[in-house]
Nanobody, 124 residues
């Protein structure tokens, strides 16, 4: 049974940093591209970042996160990370990690496995 478990969320002031982790089990992690998505209250879930199986290919949503967020992975630890710096109140969301076998994708519909999410709240 596949499990993706996010951690590292919390309450932080604007300008602060958080590092999210997503630990995977029940799958061959190195076979899966991984992604981070977020969903703010009352809004649709949206793409944040994705990383290929080897970590050699990375995409970010757009300029709203590029340059502030960094996705990475450690295949030896079956874990994907999202380092979030210079956080803004508009980054407040539930953050989800997801996995899909094969290559990267920015579409949430193409991910087979999802974590339960971790809340990130950025105060102004």
């Amino acid at each position: 049974q596949v499990h993706l478990v996010e951690s590292g969320g919390g309450l932080v002031q604007a300008g602060g940093s958080l590092r999210l982790s997503c630990a995977a089990s029940g799958l061959t992690f190195s076979f899966y591209a991984m992604g981070w998505f977020r969903q703010a209250s009352g809004k649709e879930r949206e793409f944040v970042a994705t990383i290929s199986r080897s970590g050699g290919t990375i995409y970010y949503a757009d300029d709203s996160v590029r340059g502030r967020f960094t996705i990475s992975r450690d295949n030896a630890k079956n874990t994907v990370y999202l380092q979030m710096d210079s956080l803004k109140p508009e980054d407040t969301s539930v953050y989800y990690c997801a996995g899909r076998i094969g290559g990267t994708s920015t579409s949430l519909r193409e991910y087979e496995y999802w974590g339960q999410g971790t809340q990130v709240t950025v105060s102004s």
